[in-house]
């Protein structure tokens, strides 16, 4: 079945994990006839949480698709994850959709995930719209979770939608637009009288009234002039509000019960807006602006909104046409790469189920499987218009981890499972720590990677451990030293000498430096490159614990040869001996990495993250204020402290806060603490005595 552009609404159900977001989709889905009965979250059996981590956990961990048609009219619902681990999920929905069904709890009210999906839907210029889910239950306070919503998301809150209770205990319904309450028996709608709930109707119905009237002068005229609006005027003035972000409308009702879903799909279909009029700004070649409009007719632009890793079935890109129609066999360009991509069969996805279809249409959802080159965020169109479309932007994983292997020889396989998943999940990062030897992934918290490591064994048959990874420490030295290196050795034939005077001193940067200022021909020329080989080689290990030296400043002073002894292997040897006796002496000093930490925080929760900092020994060097009503602290905290700082953050600020390091420098790490890095690096083996010769 094709839809026109003007009978589609793509929407992003976003909210807190545990708000309803799924069970409210599998409702829907039931509701408009397309599935036989109602699976449950708790069984495992919905439609969107598919994977077998999301029935295992009982909890969404990717987004998903899941049309809903009704009346005409198909509604393609993305199911995002609530957990904050698994955030990518709205950052990938949000690009595909128009509007956001933001799912608030009656029973737990406004909380951060409601108002983190409300803020990026605004930061996105999505409409919003608010659904109150669990309002049959006994302890569901719709008009506190309303004043609430208005402290946190603003005026435009306007209630459509509000239970009310029959005096047997009944739940009904109150349609503000009719002024009509329903109650529902087994799914179905049932008129019933108003219940009186006192003066709060009078004063429910002059909101939305006043708030309607702010869309069109006209209006304004009309309310002023004490004149009630039309049912239609009253719809028209919603739907324009909603779009230009000045109204947004708060339906309620009971996913499980199957209550109030009718008005809400017909108002998601009345209030919020189509792909049809929303025109999409990409950028050609040049970098000039052009207006992409959303007609079958133009030339094809679709994005690729989010990208599955099958083992079996490949790649899977589900795409957004913005414009034009995929077809089977189309041969498109990505922006990205320039590459040409040939379409396979489309596809439409109602979560794990794929049926072929004719196309993909201008404004619709669907997915393509094998495409070679695409992944996540990228533009693919008609090579006559060439065009792209703003990347996405993904939250930065801030948890790190160190693999560990648990069988022998799977350290090649894990890099292209890890590849695979990275495919998937833009917020996991993953690379090859040369220095350490190990392979550390990020993620954004320890449910995420808890979850990659279970995808690795499940998916690819990879089974990986996790630990702290090793911390890249330095070596240097304080004061100046010189040391005498004399290498000898007498073995039939010819035998091996060489004899370097060298003076060890600190000096500034990251790296080891050589000079030389022999007089008068101690050391010929031909060996000073062997001199200055022989102390880098001893410089890549520290005498402490092993690490590399930096800050060190080597000259070659004075020595001695023999014509026919002497060879390069003879002063390298010697240089290293210079070394080894002159760095005890040198007062070595063990260096850490310092990083630059910027976390974005409430400022309620400022006070406590400053002296955690603190207890971290970082330093505090000032704060600024940031988007979203966040501070910025801005801090300097060893590396070595910041091992658990995101849970730490998430668990202060509710999931509100977040941060980034980078790497600032090295600095001396306290003397307290030098003796259990060298027992660690004894450990590891980084002071084997046998480099010695």
């Known amino acids: ?173 109150i349609n503000l637009f009719s002024q009509k309450a329903f109650k529902y028996e087994g799914g179905r709608q049932v008129q019933v009288d108003l219940p009186d709930i006192g003066h709060r109707f009078q004063g429910l119905i002059e909101a939305m009234s006043e708030a309607i009237a702010e869309t069109d002068d006209e209006l304004m005229e009309k309310f002023f002039g004490g004149e009630a609006f039309t049912t239609e005027e009253i719809v028209e003035g919603m739907r324009k509000g909603v779009k230009d972000g000045l109204i947004t409308p708060v339906f309620c009702g009971s996913a499980v019960n199957q209550q109030a879903l009718d008005m809400l799909l017909y108002n998601m279909h009345k209030l919020l807006p189509s792909p049809e009029h929303n025109a999409v700004l990409a950028e050609k070649a040049n970098g000039e602006p052009v207006e992409l409009t959303c007609s079958e007719a133009a030339p094809t632009v679709a994005y690729v909104f989010k990208t599955v890793a099958d083992p079996f079935v490949g790649k899977l890109s589900y795409l957004r046409v913005v414009s034009g129609k995929i077809t089977a066999g189309a041969s498109l360009i990505n922006a990205r790469t320039g590459e040409t991509e040939k379409m396979g069969k489309p596809l439409t996805v109602l979560g794990k189920k794929q049926t072929e279809a004719e196309s993909i249409g201008a404004g619709d959802i669907g997915a393509v499987a094998k495409l070679v080159s695409a992944k996540t965020g990228d533009t693919l169109c008609d090579p006559s218009r060439v065009v792209k479309l703003p990347a996405p932007v993904f939250p930065k994983p801030s948890l790190f981890m160190a693999v560990t292997v648990a069988k022998k020889g799977d350290e090649g396989k894990i890099s292209s499972a890890l590849a695979r998943l990275m495919e998937e999940d833009p917020t996991l ?30 998916k690819f048959g990879v089974e990986i451990g996790l630990e702290a990874p090793r911390i890249a420490y330095r070596e240097s030295i304080r004061k100046a030293c010189q040391k005498q290196g004399r290498h000898k050795k007498q073995t039939g034939g010819h035998g091996q000498f060489g004899d370097v005077v060298i003076n060890f001193e600190p000096c500034d940067g990251e790296q080891v430096v050589f000079e030389e200022k022999v007089f008068g021909g101690s050391v010929p020329k031909n060996f000073f490159p062997a001199v200055e080989k022989g102390v880098r080689l001893a410089a890549e290990k520290g005498v402490l614990a092993g690490y590399p030296v930096v800050g060190l400043k080597a000259t070659l002073l004075d020595g001695s040869y023999h014509p026919v002894d002497s060879s390069e292997m003879a002063f390298i040897m010697a240089a290293k001996l210079a070394y080894k006796a002159a760095m005890p002496e040198a007062g070595p000093v063990i260096l850490e990495p310092i990083h630059t930490l910027k976390a974005h925080v409430p400022n309620d929760n400022t006070g406590d993250i400053m002296g955690d900092v603190t207890k971290r020994r970082g330093r505090v060097l000032g704060m600024e204020p940031d988007e979203d009503g966040l501070q910025t602290i801005i801090a300097e905290v060893p590396l070595a402290e910041l091992a658990n700082f995101t849970t730490f953050i998430r668990q202060t600020t509710q999931g509100r806060g977040w941060f980034t390091t980078e790497f600032a420098r090295y600095e001396i790490l306290p003397e307290m603490l030098v003796p259990a890095v060298v027992e660690q690096a004894r450990k590891l083996g980084n002071l084997d005595e046998s480099a010695d010769d």
């Open 1 to 173: 079945m094709k839809y026109a552009s003007n009978n589609i609404r793509n929407i992003l159900i976003a909210g807190h994990a545990g708000s309803g977001k799924t069970t409210l989709t599998e409702a829907l889905v039931y509701f408009s006839g397309a599935a036989e009965r109602m699976g449950r979250v708790e069984d495992g059996t919905t439609i969107s949480d598919f994977d077998p981590e999301e029935a295992k956990r009982k909890a969404s961990l990717s987004a998903s698709v899941v049309p809903v048609e009704y009346e005409g009219i198909k509604y393609n619902l993305i199911d995002a994850p609530g957990l904050f681990d698994f955030e990518a999920g709205e950052y990938e929905g949000i690009r595909a959709a128009e509007s956001v069904l933001v799912c608030v709890s009656g029973r737990s009210g406004v909380t951060v995930g409601a108002e983190k999906a409300f803020q990026l839907a605004r930061k996105n210029g999505k409409a919003t719209m608010v659904f109150v889910s669990k309002c049959d239950l006994e302890n569901a306070n719709y008009f506190k979770i309303l004043e609430d919503m208005k402290i946190k998301f603003g005026a435009t809150v306007c209630p459509c939608v509000v239970p009310a209770k029959l005096d047997d205990g009944t739940p009904v319904y």
């Open 429 to 458: 990062s993953y690379l090859n720590n040369a220095e350490t030897h190990q392979q550390i992934i990020g993620g954004l918290g320890e449910q995420h990677l808890d979850v990659v490591k279970a995808k690795l064994k499940n």
